[in-house]
T-cell receptor
Framework: AQSVTQLDSHVSVSEGTPVLLRCNYS??????LFWYVQHPNKGLQLLLK??????LVKGINGFEAEFKKSETSFHLTKPSAHMSDAAEYFC????????????FGKGTRLSVIA | DTGVSQDPRHKITKRGQNVTFRCDPI?????LYWYRQTLGQGPEFLTY????????KSRLLSDRFSAERPKGSFSTLEIQRTEQGDSAMYLC??????????????FGPGTRLLVL
């Protein structure tokens, strides 16, 4: 069985300050982990994914995440928030072979204050 | 490559009516997924196809729901005798299985269903 816990339902940061969105996972398999972003009235867009290579994964728009097996965490970070980063972010787990469907967390809404 | 498309984007229906949604995946993607997202929640898996075969169905998929992918290309999701609890965003995603590993799932814009 797989599950994801996003530790914050809402995070608010000031423009130009760092972003940290926290995610813990549980998986019976060697996991693949993803972060997707959903802007209002737009589809889900992949930010980054971890499959089995480097534990520090770089994604689009300056986001990155670090896979920590010992802590079962996959937190998303960005050094400096931009207004356009305001959106809903989902941490997602799957097995590496894709034989189980994606399991989404409940999401973290990121607000960026000018 | 135009991405995953879904039709319609919005649907309002009365309780008890049947509705059908269509998903066109990225061409040559052999896997197609349906998810449902309710307000304030992450998407939840409903079912998926590999080519035309439906390989898995979630317990969320009641008898009123049926999905098809007749030629391994587009897919339809039908809900019969809709209920107010069916109101949600229905998302489609596609991916390519190459060898033993699945590539990234790409999502469509979704169909938002409102049952009155």
């Amino acid at each position: 069985a797989q599950s994801v816990t996003q530790l914050d339902s809402h995070v608010s940061v000031s423009e130009g300050t760092p972003v940290l969105l926290r995610c813990n996972y549980s998986s019976s398999y060697s996991p693949s982990l993803f972060w997707y972003v959903q802007h209002p009235n737009k589809g889900l867009q992949l930010l980054l994914k971890y499959t089995s290579a480097a534990t520090l994964v770089k994604g689009i728009n300056g986001f990155e995440a670090e896979f920590k097996k010992s802590e079962t965490s996959f937190h998303l970070t960005k050094p400096s928030a931009h207004m356009s980063d305001a959106a809903e972010y989902f941490c997602v787990v799957s097995d590496r072979a894709g034989n189980t469907p994606l399991v989404f967390g409940k999401g973290t809404r990121l607000s960026v204050i000018a | 490559d135009t991405g995953v498309s879904q039709d319609p984007r919005h649907k309002i229906t009365k309780r008890g009516q049947n509705v059908t949604f269509r998903c066109d995946p990225i061409s040559e993607h052999n896997r197609l997924y349906w998810y449902r997202q309710t307000l304030g929640q992450g998407p939840e898996f409903l079912t998926y196809f590999q080519n035309e075969a439906q390989l898995e169905k979630s317990r969320l998929l009641s008898d009123r729901f049926s999905a098809e992918r007749p030629k391994g290309s587009f897919s339809t999701l039908e809900i019969q005798r809709t209920e107010q609890g069916d109101s949600a965003m229905y998302l489609c995603a596609s991916s390519r299985l190459q060898g033993a590993f699945q590539e990234t799932q790409y999502f469509g814009p979704g169909t938002r269903l409102l049952v009155l």
